[in-house]
């Protein structure tokens, strides 16, 4: 696919189909994700797959199980997405969220609260097949989790070039320690975010709410 065209086309999918991805097409995803730059090419972002078993239907108990567990933990702890800042947030920032909300309240069930779908949906990957962990070792400061982000980023694109979906879920990161015990993550790596990834719905009206952008002028200065 064109560049241009490849990233302006991208948006996060929210609804998927009831249909596998096969492992090579992952492990391609990934390759493809770890050329990714990197300061001094430390590459230290670390990927661990759940996805389920490559037939129609089944999404795999080991999918279902770590959805349960993050289900149960977020509405144990009451923990909800949100902007994580430190300080409140200038109007323009939330001005943005509400315009995210604007896309895609009209297209959920009725009596279904925006912020339920939100949370409820990034502990279940929004039910996607495969459920990709990012995790750094603890040994990096902050300042690695730029080349994450790259990668990530990286990560998206080569996915929708492949005609796949993701959504980049940073909830998932409060229930470090859960993940780390379910999917025998070692101690020493810290759980960044998470990566949902399948094949997008094409008829959901969800998918098709699509965020616009702030413009140039907004968040970009000539000196």
């Known amino acids: 696919m064109e560049f241009e065209k490849l990233v302006t086309e991208r948006h996060s999918t929210r609804v998927f189909l009831d249909k596998p991805v096969s492992r090579e097409a992952i492990e391609n995803l990934l390759l493809l994700s770890t050329k990714a730059p990197s300061a001094i090419n430390l590459q230290p972002w670390e990927f661990t797959v759940v996805m389920g078993e490559e037939r129609p239907v089944v999404m795999g108990e080991e999918r279902h199980r770590l959805s349960r567990i993050l289900v149960k933990s977020m509405r144990e702890r009451n923990i909800s997405c949100g ?6 947030l200038p109007e323009h920032f939330m001005d943005r969220q509400r315009k995210l909300m604007d896309c ?7 009596g279904t609260p925006f912020q339920y779908f939100i949370n409820e949906g990034s ?7 495969v459920a990709i962990i990012v995790s750094i070792d603890q040994a990096f400061s902050k300042s ?3 080349d994450v982000g790259i990668a990530v980023g990286y990560l998206v694109l080569a996915a929708h070039n492949m005609g796949l979906g993701t959504c980049p879920i940073g909830l998932i990161s409060a229930f470090d320690e859960e993940i780390r015990e379910m999917l025998n993550i070692s101690e020493e790596k810290k759980v960044v975010m998470g990566v949902g990834a399948g094949y997008p719905d094409p008829d959901s009206p969800i998918n098709l709410a699509s965020s616009d952008r702030a413009p140039l002028q907004e968040v970009v200065r000539f000196y």
């Open 83 to 88: 902007p994580d800042a430190v300080s409140p």
């Open 144 to 146: 690695r989790l730029v």
């Open 104 to 110: 895609i309240l009209p297209h959920l069930g009725k």
């Open 123 to 129: 502990c279940n990957f929004y039910g996607a097949p």
